[in-house]
């Protein structure tokens, strides 16, 4: 697309916002990022890749993680991570990935607190992806195979983690519609529709 814009999606687990990212990103012929952060992420730093995916959109306790980071660090034969690596300095390095991501390209980024991140630019569209329980639950089911009891087990720890994550680093509630620029209803739009909305808002801002 001609124009420069970035948007960045957060999602309850379950609502399908990996897929409309995807989906939103093949039509305006941009390119998605989600994992790919935590690889340039690792790249730029040096710091390997496996200590950004321990900590990828987890609640943050630095002592904790400090501590396990520095005991994995030894048996992987890098003595004194953990006199230093903490999920702060890890979500600095992330952070400074996604700002020249933003910069390079127009593009979609899942998740990682991007909104926050790049909150001072104006050519970025916050969106927040949500859907009814049952909704997400039968998502799971026919995505992974999973039991209704598993499904909801999964989501209640995953939704918990993510807003733990995003509550700790952002100014600004997780899934509150005013922490945001656009929410929308998966399960009530649906896929397709969700990706169409959000690809009509682009074309006009």
Same mark, same amino acid.
């Given at each position: 697309?001609?124009?420069?814009?970035? *948007?960045?999606?957060?999602?309850?687990?379950? %609502? =399908?916002?990996? &897929?409309?990212?995807?989906?939103? +990103? !093949?039509?305006?012929?941009?390119?998605?990022?989600?994992?790919? *952060?935590?690889?340039?992420?690792?790249?730029? %730093? =040096?710091?390997? &890749?496996?200590?950004?995916?321990? +900590? !990828?959109?987890?609640?943050?306790?630095?002592?904790?993680?400090?501590?396990?980071?520095?005991?994995?660090?030894?048996?992987?034969?890098?003595?004194?991570?953990?006199?230093?690596?903490?999920?702060?300095?890890?979500?600095?390095?992330?952070?400074?990935?996604?700002?020249?991501?933003?910069?390079?390209?127009?593009?979609?980024?899942?998740?990682?607190?991007?909104?926050?991140?790049?909150?001072?630019?104006?050519?970025?569209?916050?969106?927040?992806?949500?859907?009814?329980?049952?909704?997400?639950?039968?998502?799971?089911?026919?995505?992974?195979?999973?039991?209704?009891?598993?499904?909801?087990?999964?989501?209640?720890?995953?939704?918990?983690?993510?807003?733990?994550?995003?509550?700790?680093?952002?100014?600004?509630?997780?899934?509150?519609?005013?922490?945001?620029?656009?929410?929308?209803?998966?399960?009530?739009?649906?896929?397709?529709?969700?990706?169409?909305?959000?690809?009509?808002?682009?074309?006009?801002?």
């Amino acid at each position: 697309m001609e124009k420069h814009i970035v *948007i960045c999606i957060g999602r309850q687990f379950g %609502s =399908g916002g990996q &897929e409309i990212g995807q989906g939103l +990103a !093949d039509r305006l012929g941009i390119p998605l990022y989600d994992k790919e *952060i935590l690889k340039k992420a690792a790249e730029e %730093s =040096g710091i390997v &890749e496996e200590l950004f995916e321990r +900590a !990828d959109e987890m609640p943050t306790n630095s002592f904790l993680y400090t501590l396990s980071v520095g005991a994995h660090g030894h048996a992987m034969g890098m003595p004194g991570y953990g006199d230093y690596l903490t999920n702060d300095k890890l979500f600095l390095f992330q952070s400074n990935t996604i700002r020249a991501m933003a910069e390079k390209d127009s593009c979609v980024i899942i998740g990682r607190c991007a909104d926050y991140i790049l909150r001072d630019r104006k050519d970025m569209l916050s969106v927040f992806i949500h859907a009814p329980l049952e909704n997400r639950i039968e998502y799971l089911r026919n995505n992974r195979d999973l039991s209704v009891d598993a499904a909801k087990a999964l989501i209640k720890k995953s939704d918990r983690q993510r807003a733990n994550y995003y509550n700790f680093y952002a100014d600004s509630d997780w899934g509150a519609a005013s922490s945001y620029d656009i929410t929308i209803n998966s399960g009530k739009l649906g896929i397709a529709r969700a990706i169409d909305v959000l690809a009509g808002v682009c074309e006009h801002l």
